[in-house]
């Protein structure tokens, strides 16, 4: 698989502050790609950069092979965090406007309008303010803006901020969709519900620098524990124990089940699991048996907290 994009040691100064600390990422085409990282990790001028906002003091960013140049701003779609949209303008006029912006005709303006007010039954803001809408009704319009231009690169900063559930799960299909249709996006987030749902890559910066980079089986692959969770039914608990303390680490465990079994972490070590599942199954019956793979969120607390 190809890139879209590549960020190629990018320096990022503030004074005598690093934002950016030759920092490299590569980012696939069709893909949905996670930039995750704690508040004040330097995500946000990258993304800046990227949308020539401001620029590196040094490094190279290629997108779809060529250097960046002030062309590619039409290649690219950018939802920030804080929501750009003047308050007193009209709904359709300021859609018009800022379509024409990114190179549509008018007509060709009005009629992706036009689609996207239709899927997302939206039609009858068109002469509202943005003053006189939810926060949420507002990111629609946002939403919209950022997209309809059909850029092969979008970049969303936190775009579920200000969503009921329903209407977050509603932009999260037509992310899906998005990206179905050829469309690579960037996602910035701190949930990481949100990471586990959609992001097939993922980088972590913390403090200027980038910690972790890879597909997000990969990534977690490399954090796996050999831990299991397991609940068993047994009437020799000390036995049990016993046994399962001479060749693994065993602490409680707290999963939800229906059953009155006994709940157990175990790590593994260099053992495997017919070992573990063995000795389980010698002493009770086993109603619960699952490796406990780590999530993006143990993944970031453990990179950023070590």
Request: glycine share 6%; with cysteine; aromatic share 8%.
């Amino acid at each position: 698989m190809s890139n879209i994009l590549e960020v190629k040691k990018v320096v990022k100064q503030y004074g005598d502050y690093t934002a950016l600390n030759e920092v490299s990422i590569s980012v696939p085409k069709g893909s949905i790609y996670g930039l995750l990282g704690p508040n004040g990790a330097g995500k946000t001028s990258l993304i800046r950069i990227i949308n020539q906002i401001t620029y590196p003091d040094s490094g190279t960013i290629l997108l779809d092979g060529e250097k960046l140049q002030p062309k590619h701003i039409q290649s690219i779609g950018y939802l920030p965090e804080e929501r750009g949209l003047y308050k007193s303008m009209k709904v359709g006029e300021q859609c018009l406007y800022l379509a024409q912006m990114k190179g549509l005709s008018k007509a060709e303006a009005k009629k992706q309008l036009e689609y996207w007010f239709d899927k997302l039954d939206i039609k009858g803001w068109w002469n509202k303010k943005i003053e006189e809408l939810s926060k949420g009704m507002a990111q629609k319009i946002q939403f919209v803006v950022t997209v309809l231009h059909q850029p092969k690169l979008l970049i969303f900063d936190e775009p579920f901020s200000g969503f009921d559930p329903v209407n977050a799960n509603l932009i999260k299909d037509e992310i899906l969709e998005l990206r179905e249709k050829g469309a690579t996006i960037i996602f910035s987030t701190h949930r990481m519900e949100s990471v586990e749902e959609l992001c097939d890559h993922i980088a972590l910066i913390h403090k200027s620098n980038k910690l972790i980079e890879g597909k997000l089986n990969d990534v977690k692959r490399e954090y796996r524990s050999n831990t299991f969770e397991v609940g068993i039914l047994t009437s020799n608990v000390e036995g049990l124990m016993f046994d399962l303390t001479q060749k693994f680490k065993v602490s409680p465990a707290t999963f939800k089940s229906l059953n009155e079994d006994l709940k157990l972490q175990i790590e593994l070590g260099t053992a495997n699991s017919n070992e573990l599942l063995h000795i389980l199954t010698q002493r009770g019956q086993v109603t619960h048996f699952v490796e406990k793979i780590p999530s993006v969120n143990d993944i970031f607390i453990q990179s950023v907290t070590q």
